[in-house]
């Protein structure tokens, strides 16, 4: 069996979908006009949830990965790994064995590699499930943040990350943003957006959200968030805020540790909490738990993920939420320390959440579910809730009435030309200057062509041009300069260093990416050896815009948030003078010296004055 096709082979019909669904629709009364509002019909939903068996129950509450880019013909590198990993051989397998309610898609796994390859991936994945007796359609998921966190990349549309529309300070663009990220991921069939990250990155230090968080201040995060939900959900793509109660002032990574949150209640509830009540008040579809302790919210020790005071005790009653629930994933640190792989999803239930999102395990965590709610430690009755909670947002979704996508829908929505231009012109309003000595920029052709572009080279995000050297030559080039690129790294060598110095006397300017530069690290050196050599220096920091502190030898320094293509493009023309610089600061920058000072303040940010663009070049 070949997945249902999106390229070349017939798309099944209306009438074959139905009959697919023929169960299904049989116990919700469906008609094509009344799916949605069957959707709201809990009577309906009810009777559904009455027919299935508690194995498929147990199934639906799974959101698992499986590595692939078919459902059912995945390559043997693939087929190994997931009966290494899952037990099964292909995505067709792992839902007729488990009868997962949901799948998340990674890059990693080999799901994305072009739209219309997911495109038949997600029909295949449905088409499997609902072969099914009783068969139901799947929830597919992916983080889809943009910025340094993409699953989907080119050619479909990549935005500006959190950060830098943070920086933008637009709700139009972030409402935006959701609209048509959303667009494209529908036409993919993914319907669940683990996006927009709802936590305010109050900590410099952060080393898991970072650029990820749209800011420090948290009425503007509330307002960015609420913009990005309401831009997704109005194009049938479920948002996810995340990650609760909040992540965004913890020096650990809860994918290696188990980060503690040491806020109060009150400062909790001033800081944290204002992002998660305004995605709820924005009509949130789900919501995806911290795995990080919190002991003003709960001093039990255990993380969030599985603390009923703070998941059913204010998530649910005080805060009022009664949509969808998802864990962060099972497999990271932060929630496996200090219970077994088999207690977690147990625990997470008993908790108040209802998707269980990638165990390590699929068959351990199933079958542990399944003996709780044997033993009587689980009630059937507490499933029921969950999965009344999941298929009322598959129905609101339209996936009980059109679970397949098509060609035609990826052709007309992913990556168009209108859609690119969109996020090119939302990336022009991002970019921060933060110093800009003598007037350096904007650079002028006449008296700054030749331009040595060097830095550090992180990993490519997802589908990008990349390395981000070679996007910023070649960007500056496009522009009407001579750029040549030399990446130096993240760690620069002092070999390494030598060759920049050499290569910089060739040159009237050079540009420097820099990434996370630290006190002792090489990159300071590498900027304060070029600077000495009385060529000026633009430092363009491509990740956390904290850099600009550690580099008081750069003539100018911007921050660009993130080291996708869109970004460094518009860097580009900022440096060029083709836009000006307009983005603000969204967190503050303390000094190198003294943490505790503030060295630029939330909202800083230059401009060119007088500024009518470079004159010197051209049209």
């Keep these: 069996m070949h997945d249902s096709g999106t390229g070349s082979t017939a798309h099944p019909s209306r009438r074959t979908v139905l009959a697919a669904t023929a169960g299904l629709a049989a116990a919700l009364a469906l008609t094509p006009d009344s799916a949605r509002a069957a959707g709201h019909d809990d009577e309906r939903l009810t009777a559904l949830i009455s027919r299935m068996t508690l194995e498929e129950k147990v199934g639906q509450l799974f959101v698992m990965r499986v590595y692939g880019h078919s459902a059912t013909d995945p390559d043997q590198a693939d087929i190994d790994a997931n009966l290494a990993e899952i037990g099964v051989r292909t995505a067709a397998e792992l839902v007729a064995k488990y009868r997962v309610g949901g799948i998340i898609y990674f890059t990693w796994a080999h799901n994305t590699r072009t739209p219309h390859q997911i495109a038949d991936l997600s029909n295949g994945i449905q088409h499997a499930s609902l072969a099914q007796p009783r068969g139901l359609p799947v929830l597919i998921a992916t983080d889809q943040e943009h910025g340094i966190v993409a699953r989907v990349g080119k050619p479909a549309t990549l935005f500006p990350g959190a950060m830098a529309i943070g920086a933008g300070g637009s709700r139009a663009d972030a409402r935006t943003l959701g609209r048509i990220s959303g667009a494209e991921l529908h036409a993919l069939g993914i319907r669940q957006a683990y996006a927009p990250d709802a936590d305010v990155n109050v900590n410099p230090a952060n080393p898991v959200i970072g650029v990820r968080s749209f800011g420090a201040d948290p009425d503007v995060v509330a307002g960015l968030v609420a913009a990005e939900v309401k831009g997704c959900q109005e194009s049938g793509v479920a948002a996810t805020a995340k990650h609760f109660p909040g992540h965004g002032d913890t020096a650990v990574d809860s994918h290696f540790g188990f980060p503690v949150i040491t806020h109060s209640r009150e400062l909790w509830e ?137 060609a035609g829908g990826v052709d007309r929505t992913v990556g168009t030309p209108g859609h690119l231009h969109t996020a090119d012109r939302i990336a022009d309003r991002t970019t921060t200057l933060l110093v800009n000595q003598r007037g350096l920029l904007p650079l002028s052709r006449r008296t700054h062509r030749r331009l ?76 304060t050896r070029l600077a000495a050599t009385g060529k000026p220096v633009v430092a363009l920091a491509v990740r956390n815009p904290y850099d600009v502190a550690q580099l008081p030898d750069a003539t100018a320094c911007l921050a660009s948030y993130s080291w996708t293509d869109v970004e460094l493009r518009a860097a580009a023309r900022v440096i060029a003078g083709r836009v000006r610089p307009r983005g603000r600061l969204p967190v503050p920058v303390p000094r190198a010296d003294d943490p505790t000072q503030v060295l630029y303040p939330l909202g800083y940010g230059l401009s060119y004055q007088a500024y009518a663009g470079d004159r010197s070049s051209g049209p």
């Design 452 to 527: 040595l572009v060097v830095g550090a080279d992180p990993a490519s995000p997802s589908g990008t041009d990349g390395p981000p050297t070679t996007v910023l030559a070649n960007a500056l080039a496009a522009l009407g300069f001579t750029a040549t690129a030399l990446s130096t790294g993240t760690a620069p060598t002092a070999a390494a260093i030598e060759k920049a110095v050499a290569a910089a006397g060739d040159a009237d300017a050079v540009v420097v990416a820099t990434y996370n530069v630290t006190a002792a690290g090489s990159q300071r050196t590498l900027v």
């Design 270 to 406: 001033k800081l944290d909490a204002v992002p998660f009540r305004a995605a709820i008040r924005a009509g949130i579809d789900s919501i995806m738990t911290a795995h990080i302790m919190v002991p003003a919210l709960d001093d039990s020790g255990d993380p969030a993920t599985l603390s009923h005071p703070i998941l059913t005790g204010i998530l649910r009653e005080e805060l009022g939420y009664d949509g969808v629930v998802v864990t962060d994933s099972l497999g990271m640190e932060g929630v496996r320390q200090k219970y077994g792989d088999d207690r977690v999803p147990v625990l997470a239930l008993k908790a108040g959440v209802d998707q269980l999102l990638n165990p390590p395990s699929l068959d351990l965590a199933w079958n542990a579910v399944l003996t709780a709610v044997r033993s009587g430690e689980l009630t059937e009755a507490r499933l029921d809730e969950s999965l009344l909670r999941i298929l009322r947002l598959k129905a609101r979704l339209g996936l009980l009435d059109r679970p397949y996508v098509t």
